[in-house]
């Protein structure tokens, strides 16, 4: 039995019609750029969010990008974020030649230690970017009373539609950036991403940076770029966000039945703990488990055509790229310790269960015998 670690063509046959239909529409009326297509995107996907503002833009990368250019961030400033994310994070802090300053994360949940958040708050922290990984919210609300007034910049790439006990990723802090890349829980064709916000001013300055800084056209007031969502990737996504809850239930679903496996497998610890879900809202764009054998269950899992993936095998601050930075091995323990032992496994909504029984067969298997 092959098990690949995501299926998209699982997902996009039975919508193959639509799916032309949306390509035929835009071929037809011919509007490539933003229009129609976008605008419509927008208005659907900011009802879904249950947010006031949603801009599309390019990628979750160029969302991060538009939104801390949004809040002016630049040389001289600190940007709070954390060491256990995807490159992008860090990455969009540094082009804009601000510092980003790594925070360690809590163990359990993976997402920023807000009492850690706000030790590293200082005279030149512009803004916090914490990031819901693995489609789990961060806890906003201890992270709000620890910033005050500093903005905070959801990264949400992996949570669309994820829910704390206050509401959806992306109308939990100033801004929230989502992607669209065909890995994360609403997959487009090609790069996308999208800036949400209840802040009218907020969502007017995305937009405008979203297209070089002009308004109008030709007159730029800001330096911006081009930051555009493609109108082909906004209709084909207007066809799959409609199911986008159907496919959370059963990532749900996949995810509950792994944690009935593990727990009956009654593994120690060390050996085997299962994600810890806190908020009923987890859309689990991963499920990641801990293991003490996790090289060696990588490679077993391999062998045995089970796809599975490292999220992260490297912490950010001690990425080459940021050695300037001046961090060390051992600053950071928590992320440290996290990116050896993580292991995510297939979860994805078409797995189904015979699926998931034999994965969690095989991992629990293998961990007893090691
Ligand atoms: C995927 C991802 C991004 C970047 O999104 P792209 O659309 O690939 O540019 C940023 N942050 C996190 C946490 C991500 O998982």
């Known amino acids: 039995m092959t098990i690949p670690m995501l299926d998209v063509g699982a997902q996009n046959a039975p919508l193959a019609d639509e ?9 037809s009326h011919g509007q490539f750029i933003l229009g129609p297509e976008v605008a ?6 900011a009802a879904y969010l249950g947010v006031g503002h949603a801009v599309g833009v390019s990628s979750g990368t160029d969302a991060l990008l538009v939104a801390l250019m949004a809040l002016d961030v630049g040389p001289g400033d600190e940007v709070i974020t954390t060491p256990f ?5 860090g990455g969009c802090i540094s082009r804009l030649g601000a510092t980003p300053v790594f925070v360690d994360i809590e163990p359990t949940t993976f997402n920023l230690d807000p009492a850690k958040v706000a030790a590293a708050i200082g005279p030149k922290t512009k803004a916090i970017v914490p990031v819901h990984l693995f489609g789990q919210t961060c806890d906003m609300r201890a992270l709000r009373a620890v910033a005050g007034e ?5 990264d949400a790439a992996q949570a669309l539609g994820a829910a704390s006990d206050e509401g959806k990723a992306g109308a939990l802090g100033a801004l929230g950036c989502f992607s669209f890349f065909p890995s994360k829980n609403l997959g487009c064709f090609g790069d996308g991403g999208l800036v949400t916000t209840n802040d009218a001013a907020l969502a007017e300055r995305v937009r405008v ?12 007031a800001l330096i ?17 966000l409609p199911h986008l809850d159907a496919w959370h239930d059963a990532r749900r679903r996949n995810a509950a039945r792994y944690d009935a496996a593990f727990a009956a497998a009654g593994l120690p610890a060390e050996r085997l703990t299962p994600p810890l879900r806190v908020y009923e809202g987890h859309v689990y764009n991963q499920y990641v488990i801990r293991t003490d054998r996790r090289d060696a269950l990588l490679a077993h899992l391999g062998e045995r055509d089970i796809g599975c993936a490292i999220y992260y095998p490297l912490p950010l601050h001690l990425q080459g790229c940021f050695a300037s930075l001046g961090y060390r091995e051992g600053d950071l323990p928590v992320s440290e310790r996290a990116a050896h032992e993580v292991l995510a496994l297939p979860v994805y909504p078409e797995l189904g269960d015979a699926g998931v029984d034999h994965v969690a067969e095989t991992v629990v298997d293998f961990l007893r015998r090691s």
């Open 85 to 89: 994310s995807f490159f992008a994070t």
């Open 150 to 154: 500093l903005p905070l910049v959801e």
């Open 209 to 220: 940076l979203r297209a070089h800084g002009a308004k109008p056209k030709y007159f730029h």
């Open 224 to 240: 911006g770029g081009n930051f555009r969502l493609d109108a082909l990737q906004a209709a084909l996504l207007r066809v799959k």
């Open 19 to 27: 799916l032309r239909a949306a390509f035929d529409r835009v071929l």
């Open 40 to 45: 419509a995107f927008e208005r659907e996907i």
